[in-house]
């Protein structure tokens, strides 16, 4: 029986995106960022179909060594490195590197006497404002300390974080790119700059290391542009059905609070999703949604467990048809325009009670 809600997932199109990724940065090793859940994808689904990444990072300490545990041997990194002794230990344990980024965990380190090694990746907050060694000098201080620290192995990886590399009016990325190139320019070990949006934007930020989150999944980082101008692939498209078709009158509202009201005579259909299953509660009147594979616009408030569409053109329309949410024909960049959000969220909003279904598996 099919579910009421599920997602389909393409996963053949995570190859696909990361061939793209290697068409933008050619020279580059490549970290596939696949935290909160692979941006709501799974995990370790993602994960297995992505063997041939140079590394992979994750937010926290416990997405790693669930990667480890799992049989994941490429090398993983922690963005948010670790927060204390026990963290550390784990990292020891199972071989993962570790984003250095206060002196909280210098501290850390150099009260260390194992003979464990860490792999590290020394953090220059270059105006983010976010993590990071703030100023040149602080760098300069931090990369000296874990130079001479016995459990940190060398040599030492540089990294920053682009803030607004999605806006590429925005001077501040190149502000930013200068900035962490002069800071360590005197400074040995491979380097990393570049997200999606230093990808696909910024070749500036092109260095040793890239890394892709977002555009893994076939979306765009930029609001005014779809992942598919980019040559990317959607992985994850969002399905449904119509559980009940109806007419109403003239002057009819729909929903809560009556917020849509009927000009004329209106056939309309309500699809069984709601911001129960991760649908976003703000989508606007308007909103387009895929019925029989043809847009119709979503009317009134987004429940919990459904949503409402005009039928006006999609007159034989009848209980049981399909309806798709986002995915191929409809990208989820554009929900998020209509929603005042961003496709992050949704991707990584989709709840527990949507049945997830691999494509070839659908297809058996």
């Not at 609001?223 to 040559?231: D, L, N, S």
């Not at 209106?266 to 043809?294: E, H, S």
């Not at 399909?322 to 554009?334: C, R």
């Not at 990584?348 to 070839?360: L, S, Y």
Request: with cysteine; hydrophobic share 45%.
């Amino acid at each position: 029986m099919t579910p009421p809600t599920y997602a389909v997932l393409n996963l053949d199109a995570l190859q696909h995106n990361l061939a793209v990724v290697r068409q933008y940065a050619p020279k580059a090793k490549i970290m596939a960022v696949i935290k909160a859940n692979a941006y709501g994808h799974g995990l370790l689904r993602v994960a297995d179909k992505l063997p041939n990444v140079d590394a992979f990072a994750v937010a926290r300490v416990d997405e790693a060594v669930r990667l480890r545990f799992a049989g994941v041997t490429q090398r993983i990194a922690v963005l948010e490195g670790f927060a204390c002794v026990e963290e550390l230990a784990l990292l020891l344990q199972h071989d993962i590197d570790a984003v250095i980024h206060c002196p909280e965990q210098l501290a850390i380190l150099n009260a260390q006497s194992g003979v464990e090694t860490l792999s590290v990746w020394l953090k220059q907050d270059s105006g983010m404002n976010r993590l990071g060694f703030k100023t040149p000098e602080e760098i300069v201080a931090a990369y000296q300390q874990l130079m001479a620290c016995k459990v940190v192995r060398k040599p030492l990886n540089l990294m920053t974080h682009l803030a607004s590399a999605d806006n590429r009016a925005d001077a501040t990325t190149q502000q930013q790119i200068s900035l962490f190139n002069n800071t360590i320019s005197q400074l040995r070990g491979e380097r990393s700059i570049a997200n999606s949006a230093g990808i696909l934007g910024w070749t500036e930020a092109l260095t040793d290391w890239v890394r892709p989150g977002i555009m893994l999944y076939g979306v765009s980082p930029f609001a005014e542009q779809t992942g598919a101008q980019f040559g990317l692939k959607p992985v994850m498209s969002l399905h449904s059905h119509l559980i009940a078709v109806k007419d109403l009158a003239k002057g009819e509202t729909i929903g809560y609070s009556g917020r849509w009201r009927c000009e004329k005579p209106t056939r309309y259909g309500v699809v069984a999703i709601g911001y129960g299953d991760g649908y976003p509660r703000y989508a606007k009147t308007g909103t387009p949604v895929l019925v029989n594979g043809q847009r119709v616009p979503l009317i009134g408030r987004v429940s919990m467990d459904m949503l409402t569409v005009d039928l006006a053109d999609q007159p034989d329309a009848k209980p049981g048809d399909p309806v798709i949410l986002w995915g191929e024909g409809l990208a989820v960049e554009e929900i998020a325009l209509c929603s005042d959000t961003i496709p992050y969220t949704l991707l990584c909003g989709i709840t527990q009670r949507v049945q997830i279904v691999e494509q070839p598996l659908l297809k058996g």
